[in-house]
């Protein structure tokens, strides 16, 4: 994880780092994300699909096969 700080509006420069905002975390290119187990391929599929289009970067939906 990683803090993004940032300082109050109209304030001079210098004094220091701001306070922190809020905490980010990255993710490296490749890296799996979720694994699912337990359920047919197809719905695992459709929930992958829903929860990607709640995220702010591209995803794949990979199989075991696949890799």
Same mark, same amino acid.
């Given at each position: 994880?990683?803090p +993004? /700080?940032?300082?109050?509006?109209e304030v001079?420069?210098?004094?220091?780092?701001?306070s922190?905002?809020?905490?980010? !975390?990255? +993710?490296?290119?490749?890296r799996i994300?979720? @694994?699912?187990?337990?359920v =047919? @391929?197809?719905? #695992?599929?459709? %929930?992958?699909?829903? #929860? !990607? %289009?709640k995220?702010?970067? =591209? /995803?794949?939906v990979? =199989?075991? =096969? %696949?890799?």
């Amino acid at each position: 994880d990683k803090p +993004i /700080t940032q300082k109050p509006l109209e304030v001079r420069q210098g004094k220091g780092k701001g306070s922190v905002e809020y905490w980010v !975390a990255q +993710i490296k290119p490749g890296r799996i994300l979720y @694994e699912m187990e337990g359920v =047919s @391929e197809e719905v #695992a599929r459709r %929930a992958f699909e829903l #929860a !990607a %289009a709640k995220l702010p970067f =591209s /995803t794949a939906v990979v =199989s075991r =096969s %696949a890799i």
